[in-house]
């Protein structure tokens, strides 16, 4: 949400795995570029490791959306493997997590 309540996207974590949760997000056309995926990636990663107390969260994006490839490295996802479509998986451990929030600001 944005100053004037527009709705700009929505964003989740999925339980997909016991003990893993799987983080998605998609903004409108409008609202991209801004920062906002990443805002709502970090918050979402937040959540999972320091309320759910997961140990692990998985992502993926379609090969050609360059856009959240970008987001999942900036928070601090790593690539995993490729789905049958060759679409990137990435992961992140809680200790991991935990090392980018203690060595910086970002997350």
Excluded at 10 to 21: A, F, I, P, S
Excluded at 28 to 55: H, I, M, W
Aim: aromatic share 14%; charged share 20%.
């Amino acid at each position: 949400m944005v100053e004037n309540y527009t709705f700009i996207g929505w964003c989740g974590l999925d339980g997909e795995t016991v003990g893993k949760l799987h983080i998605f997000y998609s903004i409108d056309k409008a609202f991209r570029n801004k920062g906002y995926a990443t805002q709502c990636a970090e918050k979402l990663l937040s959540y999972a490791f320091d309320v759910a107390q997961v140990p692990f969260v998985n992502g993926g994006c379609d090969k050609n959306n360059i856009a959240s490839y970008r987001v999942m490295e900036k928070i601090g996802m790593i690539k995993d493997c490729y789905d049958e479509n060759g679409d990137p998986l990435f992961f992140i451990s809680k200790e991991m997590y935990q090392e980018i929030s203690n060595n910086t600001n970002c997350l």
